[in-house]
């Protein structure tokens, strides 16, 4: 997910704000000069005073802050990232042609435009790509607008949307939600993850994807099966995760947040063509001598089959 083309308005300056420590921040957020932490009290003795000189330059010393309090950050990291940067650089992945950015109409009013990507992304849980850009064509074709859809009945959704994953639940989701949005939002969608996340269907991973392409904001990093699985083969959190909710957590506490809404486009595509869930494709990625996780040329798969049990046929992975 990168750059300004796919967003629906400017990038907000208040996404790009960065929360920081009183001693990080003592430049900008502490006023009048005020050092950190408070500077100790002179003793007249000649040999205090002396001795103390070096530590008072260091404390005014915003870098002598940021040495003392260094935050954790995986090894290799950047290296790693500049690695993925060139690997995506063709962007010729699913995620390029047919993600949620690209499936909105363009051409409609601001507040729909918002309500197709969030019909997109509710899609595209456990579904590949092409899949969620039929279904979406043809719910274009048939009219993606609140109140085209609350007059739609639940089995012509149905056929609409089929065969994305889990389709029979998205039915009752989409029908549920776009009920919500008329009546409590205007028919526009919600501007902040708390209420995104109260939606049916709605998910944090969705509610941060949604506020960085509806709404322009970078509310926090949207960790899919993709995001979360290379991070955790690239060691880029600090121990094993479970679920991509903890990678992401994990993540947020040391990824500079410029990097934030690139990471998703980045990962996604990067594990949609070279570090594939079962059999990542080692030998073709730059990240190979540098990866905790490359297998030798011959070696077993990294990951046991992901086959989600109970998925509509055609709609079994994401990759
Ligand atoms: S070396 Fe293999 S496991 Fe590591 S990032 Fe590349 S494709 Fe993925």
Redesign the pocket.
């Known amino acids: 997910m990168s750059g300004g083309t796919r967003r629906l308005l400017p990038r907000n300056s208040v996404g790009v704000l960065r929360t920081r420590s009183k001693c990080e921040g003592v430049q900008e957020e502490l006023p009048g000069g005020e050092s950190c932490p408070k500077r100790r009290s002179k003793k007249s003795s000649l040999k205090v005073a002396y001795e103390s000189q070096p530590n008072e330059r260091n404390i005014k010393d915003p870098q002598h802050c940021d040495l003392k309090k260094s935050k954790w950050e995986p090894k290799d990291w950047r290296e790693q990232l500049e690695n993925i940067r060139e690997l995506r650089k063709g962007k010729d992945a699913p995620v390029d042609e047919m993600g949620a950015e690209k499936c909105f109409d363009r051409s409609a009013a601001p507040e729909v435009m918002r309500y197709q990507v969030l019909l997109s992304l509710m899609l595209s849980s456990q579904t590949k790509d092409q899949v969620t850009a039929a279904a979406m064509s043809r719910l274009k074709e048939h009219g993606l607008t609140v109140d085209r859809i609350l007059d739609t009945d639940d089995a012509t959704l149905g056929q609409l949307i089929y065969p994305v994953g889990f389709w029979k639940s998205k039915v009752k989701y989409i029908k549920q939600t776009t009920e919500i949005l008329k009546h409590q939002y205007h028919g526009d969608i919600p501007d902040n993850v708390e209420e995104l996340v109260k939606l049916p269907g709605v998910g944090p991973k969705m509610a941060h994807l949604i506020m960085d392409i509806a709404w322009n904001r970078v509310s926090g990093i949207g960790v899919d099966t993709h995001v979360h699985r290379?991070s955790n083969?690239?060691r880029w959190v600090k121990k094993e995760t479970k679920t991509p909710e903890e990678t992401r957590v994990a993540l947020e506490d040391w990824l500079p947040r410029d990097l934030w809404s690139e990471i998703n486009w980045l990962l996604v595509g990067f594990g949609q063509q070279?570090?594939l869930p079962v059999t990542?494709?080692?030998e073709a990625?730059l990240?190979?001598g540098v990866?905790p996780?490359?297998?030798p040329k011959e070696g077993p798969n990294?990951s046991r089959k992901d086959k989600r049990k109970g998925a509509p046929s055609g709609a079994t992975a994401v990759e």
């Open positions: 290379i083969r690239l070279i570090c990542p494709r080692c990625c990240n190979r990866c996780s490359a297998r990294l």
